[in-house]
């Protein structure tokens, strides 16, 4: 119920957190992907999905929807208030 110690708190965790996934997913891009690859194709991640997930590459363009959704109600939801 402690509004400036969780929010403080959200901040300091979920700050470093995303940072972190964020480089972990460019260091599989570098690991799997040449740099010829990564400069000539239109999108990293689904070229990546591709070469690791196969036949489940879906879940990429997938989750990039969802989270764009899910952006678009958050920011809908916190207008509203």
């Known amino acids: 119920m402690d509004g400036q110690r969780n929010i403080l708190r ?4 979920a700050v470093p957190a995303v940072t972190a996934l ?7 891009y570098m690991t799997v ?14 070229t990546f999905g591709e070469r ?3 036949s489940f590459a879906f879940v990429i363009p997938l989750g ?3 989270s764009t959704f ?11 208030r």
């Open 52 to 54: 690791v997930l196969g």
């Open 22 to 28: 964020y480089v972990f997913a460019n260091i599989a």
């Open 64 to 66: 990039v929807a969802l």
């Open 33 to 46: 992907l040449t740099s010829e690859e990564m400069v000539n194709t239109p999108a990293v991640a689904v």
């Open 10 to 13: 959200s901040i300091v965790i």
């Open 70 to 80: 899910g952006c678009a109600l958050c920011l809908q939801f916190g207008t509203t």
